[in-house]
């Protein structure tokens, strides 16, 4: 298991990692020099001549240092789900990934009912309040569902998606941050939402959703940017066929693929999508327009066996192989892995450059909801929240900013 390192609010301690190879977001250095003061990036390079005294340092030859992980799709982990709505909850999937490397993270709803989405929305404020040095950065909620259309619910209740109503969305609003809000583009008053969501500054996305390219068309132009977990819960030719005839019409995906100014992701745990549609999806997007995402649910960390989807009281359930999860009738149901195994996945079965897959797992989601001014990439003036991997990509050490780095004399 790795180590966890939280920066200490008023250290002004000077630190450095030694001779490992830094993975930076357009190049690998090797034998490189990392070094931070006060939780930022002081100095990034070829190691000098000279190591200065009054380091505290850390030889790490052998290893390779990356930026932590930042994850815009996930549902929990170590057993609770963030819909379960309590400080305890937040705490523990928020802990349970920041050991496998996560050190920012965006908790995402499901479809459940009103006052258990405003629950869980209370709930992360609370967990960013609580100046907890056991936590990683907590960012803004991805408001997920439940604006999803029922036709692609996936393992979401079906009853419980609904179209976007004002008076609704304002008050998850008002209830604390939202960093990243989806809504399916065919829904009635999706245009509302689109708008309002822009304006708040969030990452606005389309996903659970049978959307034609017209549909698609008219949702872009009101600021929706990017499509949750590529190929799966979207629609394709053939799906909007069904829904509206002939002529047969362009999708979600080839919207997605025929415009620069559309990012998406995938979920790379090794059982949602196959190492040629993986590939693809970079070859089509690149890494600064793809972001890898875990979408794990509660059972992250967890033995195999039958787990609540959301809160237990939305009765839905899925069946965790210790690999993926599956629903009752033996879909895909959300994955059982942290970011750490799908980079590690990536770097495995395709044959994209270490260096691009660590940007997709870290500065493109920072690009893509606006935080990459202070984290996403080793460079100076960022924050140092930086993974030690072995040569197995295995995380082993954690130096992160917690909700308690920051003293309140700041
Ligand atoms: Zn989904
Ligand atoms: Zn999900």
Redesign the pocket.
Known sequence: MSKLFPHRPNDSKRYAILGATAILPDRCIENAYVEWSEGILTRIGPMPKRIPKSLESLEASGSYIAPGWIDI?VHGGAGADFMDGTLEAIQTACRSHLKHGTTTIFPTTTTGSHESILRMIQAVEAAKRSADASLPSIEGVHL??PY?TPEKS???RKEACRAPVRSEFEEYFQAGSIAIATCAAELDGCANFYRYAKKQGCLVTC??SNSSWSEMAAAHKCGMSHV??FW??MSSVASVRTRLGTPMQGSMLEFVLAHPTMSTEVIADGYHLAPELLEFAWQMKKSSMLCLVS?TSRALDMPPGKYAFGHPEENVWIESTGKVGLSPAGGLA?SVVALDHCVRHMAKVTKIPLWEIVRMATLTPAERTGIAADRGSLEAGKRADLLLLDKRLQVQKVFYTSPSSISPTQ
């Open positions: 799709h997920y569902g999803f996936g393992c979401h996903g659970h949750d977990h799966c819960a979408d959300s």
